[in-house]
């Protein structure tokens, strides 16, 4: 028998299928190849891919897991190929995991402690037969939410076209981030396959083909397909032998692959019951909740799915989830919207109303944008998404954006519509790298990457999803460093606590409705003499507060003026400006925040 091998499942004598427990595959070595197509196959052909242990790993000695406190944890999401694709990178293996280990010192240099990669299992990129109506050429599924393995890594990523060649150069890559003291946290879909819904158009790799009932779910009165994820299947994720694939799957990319979590793409699908029915506890989430191996990894739920259905008791400790009524409460305040002063002063502290004990604050993993969606340069210079290039007629992407161009739709010289976007960049950049939750950063917002109004760039392998490396990022990302900086300052306090939370209350006038939405956070540690305070202005006159005391009658120092260009450079802590002695009052310029520390 020879070292490696390819292999193949057939039932009766029927097509072949992949091993579900394969390791590695063959066929998709090359990104974007559509040889399968030319030899008469509609999808692409893919082979289950025997390999000795001694050709998956890079070697013994691997580096230790970093140690992270959850007070420390700053995520940071990116798409693997995306990250480095873009001739600016400027790395010698753009696209690849090799490549991303090129732009670690980068990492490093903002602040982020972990790294969230977008889906790495196996998918076919060639799947999308749509076209781009302006360029005609042909989309891809970039992002690769459509697993064909569960196990497998995605072979395209690898520098090294050979067959199998993926796990090693996988793993080389997570030590290198493990070396340089970065989690790595995997985005995985258990939800759902590549195998669509099971018509005669649709993909036959392997579940379907060998025991259908068994691994999707099915509408009982119709028997058909019940789709609850929105790409034709549901997988059946509480019947014990898919169960047990999903926990073999994950110990095998925790404990051999070496990763530090996992987010789960669309997770409420854990709770469906074996005939669709919605469940109040989930078998899966609490079985790796009590798993010894996958019990200390970061666990990070999507916990919603397409109808809207989210568990109403949560996920189990020690699981996290993304924290969505963050991302919309603030992206409300930010723009104006009407947003109780009580409401936003729980998502800066973590959410406790959403995480009650025995959860932390650290399960809430905020954010304000992410892969889906606007990135930061167009939540504030779009109001309606732009997505004609994915092939949909515009039908696609979400409407619900809770975004703002402030005066022109898109790109634009005028200098004030630019001042104001700069402002409440940094006004969402302050909000999200200072909240008492887990914040996680999309890649390329520290940058001012934009996706032309794109908010759905699924199918977008080229610039409207490439990191440009060429960005005049200095300013954003010195307010990054900045902020990340002040959120370590603060870390050993109880920021987020706050012992005061005041409105302001405007005369009337023009934009008295806007104002009346200003907010004042404060909080004291009398014993330590430490205090911070949060001024916030959404609205579009300037407003002042009333400054009340510091603890031990300390003077305020500011800390963070989004306003002031100049408060971007971040003055250490004896040098930032002082407050003098009897200040009664607080001025806060339009769409501004203002911290103070004593």
Same mark, same amino acid.
């Given at each position: 028998?020879?070292?490696?091998?390819?292999?193949?499942?057939?039932?009766?004598? =029927?097509?072949?299928?992949?091993?579900?427990?394969?390791?590695?595959?063959?066929?998709?070595?090359?990104?974007?190849?559509?040889?399968?197509?030319?030899?008469?196959? /509609?999808?692409?052909?893919?082979?289950?891919?025997?390999?000795?242990?001694?050709?998956?790993?890079?070697?013994?000695?691997?580096?230790?897991?970093?140690?992270?406190?959850?007070?420390?944890?700053?995520?940071?999401?990116?798409?693997?190929?995306?990250?480095?694709?873009?001739? #600016?990178?400027?790395?010698?293996?753009?696209?690849?995991?090799?490549?991303?280990?090129? /732009?670690?010192?980068?990492?490093?240099?903002?602040?982020?402690?972990?790294?969230?990669?977008?889906?790495? *299992?196996?998918?076919?990129?060639?799947?999308?037969?749509?076209?781009?109506?302006?360029? =005609?050429?042909?989309?891809?599924?970039?992002?690769?939410?459509?697993?064909?393995?569960?196990?497998?890594? /995605?072979?395209?990523?690898?520098?090294?076209?050979?067959?199998?060649?993926?796990?090693?150069?996988?793993?080389?890559?997570?030590?290198?981030?493990?070396?340089?003291?970065?989690?790595?946290?995997?985005?995985? $879909?258990?939800?759902?396959?590549?195998?669509?819904?099971?018509?005669?158009?649709?993909?036959?790799?392997?579940?379907?083909?060998?025991?259908?009932?068994?691994?999707?779910?099915?509408?009982?009165?119709?028997?058909?397909?019940?789709?609850?994820?929105?790409?034709?299947?549901?997988?059946?994720?509480?019947?014990? $032998?898919?169960?047990?694939?999903?926990?073999?799957?994950?110990?095998?990319?925790?404990?051999?692959?070496?990763?530090?979590?996992?987010?789960?793409?669309?997770?409420?699908?854990?709770?469906?019951?074996?005939?669709?029915?919605?469940?109040?506890?989930?078998?899966?989430?609490?079985?790796?909740?009590?798993?010894?191996?996958?019990?200390?990894?970061?666990?990070?739920?999507?916990?919603?799915?397409?109808?809207?259905?989210?568990?109403?008791?949560?996920?189990?400790?020690?699981?996290?989830?993304?924290?969505?009524?963050?991302?919309?409460?603030?992206?409300?305040?930010?723009?104006?919207?009407?947003?109780?002063?009580?409401?936003?002063?729980? +998502?800066?502290?973590?959410?406790?109303?959403?995480?009650?004990?025995?959860?932390?604050?650290?399960?809430?993993?905020?954010?304000?944008?992410?892969?889906?969606?606007?990135?930061?340069?167009?939540?504030?210079?779009?109001?309606?998404?732009?997505?004609?290039?994915?092939?949909?007629?515009? +039908?696609?992407?979400?409407?619900?954006?809770?975004?703002?161009?402030?005066?022109?739709?898109?790109?634009?010289?005028?200098?004030?519509?630019?001042?104001?976007?700069?402002?409440?960049?940094?006004?969402?950049?302050?909000?999200?790298?200072?909240?008492?939750?887990?914040?996680?950063?999309?890649?390329?917002?520290?940058?001012?990457?934009?996706?032309?109004?794109?908010?759905?760039?699924?199918?977008?392998?080229?610039?409207?999803?490439?990191?440009?490396?060429?960005?005049?990022?200095?300013?954003?990302?010195?307010?990054?460093?900045?902020?990340?900086?002040?959120?370590?300052?603060?870390?050993?306090?109880?920021?987020?606590?706050?012992?005061?939370?005041?409105?302001?209350?405007?005369?009337?006038?023009?934009?008295?409705?806007?104002?009346?939405?200003?907010? *004042?956070?404060?909080?004291?540690?009398?014993?330590?003499?430490? #205090?911070?305070?949060?001024? *916030?202005?959404?609205?579009?006159?300037?407003?002042?507060?009333?400054?009340?005391?510091?603890?031990?009658?300390?003077?305020?120092?500011?800390?963070?003026?989004?306003?002031?260009?100049?408060?971007?450079?971040?003055?250490?802590?004896?040098?930032?400006?002082?407050?003098?002695?009897?200040?009664?009052?607080?001025?806060?310029?339009?769409?501004?925040?203002?911290?103070?520390?004593?």
């Amino acid at each position: 028998m020879p070292n490696a091998f390819e292999y193949a499942y057939r039932l009766d004598g =029927g097509p072949e299928l992949l091993d579900p427990y394969a390791r590695s595959l063959t066929g998709g070595e090359v990104w974007g190849d559509r040889s399968s197509e030319a030899a008469g196959w /509609k999808f692409r052909r893919y082979r289950s891919l025997f390999q000795p242990v001694a050709a998956l790993a890079p070697g013994v000695g691997r580096p230790p897991r970093p140690q992270i406190a959850d007070s420390e944890r700053v995520i940071y999401e990116l798409h693997l190929r995306g990250f480095t694709r873009h001739p #600016s990178s400027g790395v010698a293996h753009p696209g690849t995991y090799l490549g991303l280990i090129e /732009k670690i010192p980068y990492l490093q240099s903002l602040g982020i402690t972990t790294v969230e990669l977008l889906p790495l *299992l196996e998918f076919d990129e060639t799947e999308n037969f749509r076209r781009n109506p302006v360029t =005609g050429e042909r989309l891809l599924n970039y992002w690769g939410y459509s697993p064909v393995s569960f196990f497998a890594p /995605k072979a395209s990523y690898a520098s090294d076209a050979t067959p199998g060649a993926a796990q090693a150069e996988l793993m080389t890559m997570i030590d290198a981030l493990h070396a340089a003291g970065l989690e790595v946290v995997v985005d995985v $879909v258990y939800n759902h396959t590549a195998e669509g819904g099971g018509g005669a158009s649709d993909p036959l790799h392997s579940f379907r083909g060998l025991a259908e009932e068994t691994y999707y779910l099915r509408d009982p009165a119709t028997r058909r397909p019940l789709d609850v994820t929105g790409c034709g299947n549901t997988v059946n994720t509480n019947h014990p $032998v898919v169960r047990r694939l999903i926990l073999d799957s994950l110990r095998f990319w925790s404990e051999e692959i070496g990763v530090d979590g996992f987010r789960f793409d669309l997770a409420s699908a854990f709770y469906r019951g074996l005939s669709g029915e919605k469940l109040t506890a989930s078998p899966l989430a609490a079985e790796i909740a009590a798993d010894p191996v996958l019990a200390g990894r970061l666990l990070i739920a999507e916990p919603w799915d397409v109808t809207g259905f989210t568990p109403p008791a949560g996920f189990p400790p020690p699981w996290r989830e993304w924290n969505g009524a963050f991302r919309d409460d603030v992206r409300r305040w930010v723009r104006g919207d009407e947003v109780a002063p009580r409401t936003l002063e729980l +998502r800066l502290a973590g959410s406790p109303d959403l995480f009650p004990p025995p959860q932390s604050r650290a399960a809430a993993i905020d954010f304000v944008t992410c892969h889906d969606g606007f990135p930061l340069a167009d939540l504030v210079s779009y109001s309606t998404k732009a997505n004609r290039e994915n092939g949909e007629e515009d +039908r696609d992407g979400s409407s619900f954006n809770l975004s703002s161009n402030h005066g022109v739709e898109g790109e634009t010289s005028a200098p004030e519509i630019l001042a104001t976007r700069h402002r409440q960049v940094a006004n969402f950049l302050a909000l999200l790298l200072l909240s008492r939750g887990t914040p996680m950063l999309l890649a390329g917002d520290e940058r001012g990457r934009s996706q032309r109004g794109n908010n759905n760039a699924w199918c977008q392998d080229n610039e409207i999803s490439w990191l440009d490396w060429n960005l005049a990022a200095g300013r954003r990302e010195a307010l990054v460093r900045g902020l990340l900086a002040l959120r370590r300052e603060l870390a050993d306090l109880a920021f987020g606590e706050w012992s005061e939370c005041a409105a302001f209350h405007p005369p009337a006038g023009p934009d008295a409705g806007r104002s009346e939405r200003a907010v *004042l956070l404060v909080t004291r540690d009398e014993t330590g003499g430490r #205090s911070v305070l949060l001024a *916030l202005n959404p609205g579009a006159a300037p407003v002042r507060f009333p400054l009340p005391r510091a603890a031990a009658g300390k003077p305020w120092r500011l800390a963070f003026d989004s306003f002031v260009e100049a408060a971007e450079t971040h003055a250490p802590p004896a040098e930032r400006p002082q407050f003098a002695p009897g200040t009664s009052e607080l001025g806060v310029q339009p769409h501004s925040i203002r911290i103070l520390l004593a």
